[in-house]
């Protein structure tokens, strides 16, 4: 997580691209990712009519309205750049409508999504878990600000040089595999997720747990007490 922490600090630190008279503002990062749609904002500063040529990506747009409680409002246009291709860069120029005269030139590096961290039930990887939990997520932490949907392939469990293994984000199929731990130990899990991009990715955690009848008693307690 302190490496996507780092990588995320340093491309917020060139999220601006400015040429004389035009710029483009992504505002979450500047490295235009694949198979995601990358929020963008440009235009001019003197206020010039304009088309833009795109090279290596192409331009969306998503439509919403929003209204106040008297139902008045406004449609607002979200605008997103998308990689296509396999380069490792776009290019987005600015033309003046008028002259054909170009205004300005921007480059974005593309690259491919990093890696999603691991999730235990609603633990990150290098915590601690509920071994009674069922489910493997793969998503971004808080701190990197890429929404991107990532889907749980297969999984191995190792515990103590055992293991087991399964498909999808389920893990029922290790129910009785967990409940042979005894006392407290650190649980190894390597996943193979699918993200948006259609890369597939081989993602590690590891967290600490109790064993599964320590969990249980917690949990009968808790119950009891919320009754």
Request: proline share 4%; aromatic share 10%; with cysteine.
């Amino acid at each position: 997580m302190k490496g996507t922490l780092i990588l995320f600090l340093i491309l917020c630190s060139q999220a601006l691209s400015q040429n004389t008279g035009t710029f483009i503002y992504v505002p979450d990062y500047s490295i235009l990712y694949r198979g995601y749609n990358n929020r963008v904002e440009f235009g001019v500063t003197d206020g010039s009519k304009y088309r833009i040529a795109l090279d290596g990506v192409e331009l969306k747009t998503d439509t919403s309205f929003y209204s106040n409680q008297l139902g008045q409002g406004a449609e607002v246009i979200k605008y997103y750049l998308l990689p296509i291709g396999t380069g490792r860069q776009a290019v987005i120029t600015f033309i003046d409508t008028l002259n054909n005269d170009t205004l300005g030139v921007h480059h974005f590096n593309i690259a491919n999504l990093p890696k999603p961290t691991l999730y235990w039930g609603k633990s990150i990887n290098s915590n601690k878990a509920n071994i009674r939990s069922k489910r493997l997520f793969a998503n971004y932490p808080p701190e990197v600000p890429i929404t991107a949907s990532f889907s749980i392939e297969n999984w191995k469990m190792i515990v103590n040089g055992d293991s087991i293994s399964g498909k999808g984000s389920n893990l029922s199929s290790a129910e009785n595999f967990l409940k042979k731990v005894s006392e407290k130990t650190t649980i190894i899990i390597k996943a193979n997720v699918l993200g948006p991009d259609g890369i597939t990715r081989e993602i590690k955690g590891l967290w600490e747990v109790k064993p599964w009848k320590d969990e249980e008693v917690i949990e009968n307690k808790m119950i009891k007490c919320s009754g």
